[in-house]
């Protein structure tokens, strides 16, 4: 897996984000040894403010190699994470990196979302085409080789689905075992049946995400399991390509705003580390806002902003059908407080209709999401309502995962099971149940002529 070309080698350190504190070795939780709080990986090579060092890299340089690496045959070019190695920690045997190629996702233009939207030039990075179905993919294989390279038997996570089948693949990929805590009945069955046929150990425990979070804290304090929540700070590294990409994607010119879903707030956080830091090394001149979206169920951090201005974490009683953000107390919120500042974005909650009827308008769209994908299209709406999106700005949804991760939540909504009462008719033209006829052509026929006469009226 020996790449090709002789690359620049960054060395990264850990920094802790409130204390400041630097550190090389990261302890079991990812928390700082002084103050507890989060870490954060910078690369002090990049500093080139006190005219002591020059850059390491031009960014022209890195943009013509990373292009090139794309007709490559080595596995790690072929990655759409190891393809941008120099911005990421560096790994010196590229022999223990887990690659299931992933990123290299598309960027697809919605014409239909965008004019029921009101703007012009609507795009989705559909994180959703990684190889287990979503954005976390991303930051595993980053997170996932280290815990390798360090030589753990186990890795773990708690999750609400995407992360446990992510970890579970990229475990089984190395013959390293897996642990994950589910909250029971609480993840939909494509998520649970991915992390049993990857092999995972899978406990489904008697409480929510964040109750899972807390023990699995317990659990690598107590066995040589490895982390592999978001705030494994290799993670959010791994997750900034999908920043990256998207630039090169557009050609090196930033939308006006980059619109995420908000769980435990790692991948917003991943996505603005990305922009400064691209910004920082004179990839792009200017920064997109991004803005981050919650269900009204579980919007820890638009009460976090509103309430106390960012200072102070809300927690809540998290309760929503787009069960890959039903989180009350998410990790990384002071991250994503800082890259709201940062980056100029603003945070939206919007209510379960409003994701269902999202949701139905990006599938028509022919795309295809989940539901805490579409938190973004239905928060868009708002924004544009309250003007924070101007209609001839440019926008790109962040969709971070797959239509078939949460088939049970698409054919309620189809056969009108997820809502009642009068709000739920304007739901009722992005319906579609299935139709059962008798086994004719003349009875297909006649559906269909009906189905135009219908659209025609
Ligand atoms: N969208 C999907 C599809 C997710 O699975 C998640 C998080 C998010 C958005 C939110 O991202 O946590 O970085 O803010 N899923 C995690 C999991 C929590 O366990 O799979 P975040």
Request: glycine share 8%; with cysteine; hydrophobic share 40%.
């Amino acid at each position: 897996m020996n790449s090709t070309t002789s690359e620049p080698v960054e060395i990264s350190e850990l920094r802790c984000i409130a204390c400041g504190l630097r550190t090389h070795s990261p302890g079991h939780r990812f928390r700082c040894s002084t103050c507890a709080d989060l870490l954060e990986i910078v690369y002090p090579g990049w500093d080139t403010s006190d005219g002591r060092r020059t850059a390491p890299f031009t960014a022209a340089a890195l943009k013509a190699l990373w292009r090139a690496r794309r007709k490559s045959l080595v596995s790690l070019d072929q990655s759409g994470v190891w393809r941008f190695r120099e911005l990421l920690p560096h790994f010196s045997d590229q022999e223990k990196i887990i690659t299931l190629r992933e990123g290299n996702t598309p960027l697809y233009e919605l014409p239909s979302c965008a004019r029921a939207v009101g703007v012009e030039y609507l795009l989705a990075k559909h994180q959703g085409m990684n190889p287990t179905g979503s954005f976390k993919d991303t930051g595993m294989t980053v997170a996932a080789s280290m815990a390798r390279q360090e030589g753990f038997g186990w890795v773990g996570c708690a999750s609400t689905g995407n992360t446990s089948a992510s970890v579970a693949a990229y475990a089984a990929r190395a013959q390293m075992r897996s642990l994950v805590l589910i909250p029971q009945g609480k993840v939909s069955w494509g998520k649970l049946s991915q992390a049993l046929d990857y092999g995972a150990i899978t406990v489904e425990l008697k409480t929510d995400f964040d109750g899972c979070s807390q023990i699995l804290d317990e659990v690598v304090d107590r066995m040589p399991v490895y982390l592999l929540n978001s705030v494994n700070p290799y993670r959010i590294e791994g997750q900034k390509t999908a920043a990256i990409e998207l630039l090169e994607q557009l050609d090196w010119q930033p939308p006006d705003h980059i619109i995420v879903p908000g769980g435990n707030l790692g991948n917003s956080s991943a996505l603005g580390k990305a922009f400064c830091e691209l910004e920082k090394l004179h990839f792009i001149t200017r920064l997109p806002k991004v803005s981050i979206v919650q269900a009204e169920g579980a919007n820890p951090l638009v009460r976090t902003m509103r309430e106390t201005g960012g200072r102070k974490l809300v927690s809540v009683q998290a309760e929503t059908a787009a069960s890959a953000i039903r989180i009350g107390r998410p990790a990384s919120w002071k991250k994503a407080v800082r890259v709201l500042e940062q980056l100029g974005g603003t945070v939206a909650e919007v209510s379960e209709l409003e994701i269902a009827w999202a949701k139905a308008q990006i599938g028509a769209d022919g795309v295809g999401c989940e539901p805490a994908s579409a938190v973004t299209l239905a928060g868009l709406k708002r924004m544009v309502r309250d003007g924070f999106v101007k209609p001839g700005e440019s926008v790109v949804l962040i969709l971070t995962g797959h239509l078939l991760k949460d088939p049970d939540f698409t054919l309620q909504f189809h056969r009108g099971e997820l809502f009642g009462g009068k709000e739920a008719e304007i739901l009722v033209p992005h319906q579609r149940a299935p139709i059962v006829l008798e086994a004719s052509a003349d009875a297909v026929i006649s559906a269909l002529k009906r189905v135009e006469e219908t659209s025609e009226a």
